[in-house]
């Protein structure tokens, strides 16, 4: 069963800006609410990484390769987590998954959805 359903991907031009979401359509409201998101991306070739977090009381943490162009935000009424990325770069080309804390009740991912920047 599907938990995390990822759109938004697709082909962009170096500085161009995407905007991904991530719903969760079988959570209840407590379930997500009260999960930490996450957002990871795997460049070709290379292991997965934490782009960013953003907990159940909206704190929020990026890496280093990304703060300041990408912005993590929740809306707990729609169930959804968004990653907004701005001044794309080549290499933010990657696969992007989603990825829900539910903390005692377990992690989840999403199938994941295709960037690709290009120069």
């Known amino acids: 069963q599907v938990q995390l359903v990822e759109s938004g991907g697709g082909l962009v031009q170096a500085g161009g800006s995407l905007r991904l979401s991530c719903k969760a359509p079988r959570n209840i409201f407590s379930t997500f609410s009260s999960s930490d998101m996450a957002w990871y991306r795997q460049p070709p070739g290379k292991e997965r990484e934490l782009v960013a977090i953003i907990t159940s009381d909206h704190s929020t943490n990026y890496a280093d390769s990304v703060k300041g162009r990408f912005t993590i935000s929740r809306n707990n009424s729609r169930k959804t987590v968004y990653l907004q990325m701005n001044s794309l770069k080549p290499e933010d080309t990657a696969v992007y998954y989603c990825?829900?804390?539910?903390?005692?009740?377990?992690?989840?991912w999403g199938q994941g959805t295709q960037v690709t920047v290009s120069s």
């Open positions: 990825y829900q804390d539910r903390h005692d009740a377990g992690v989840y």
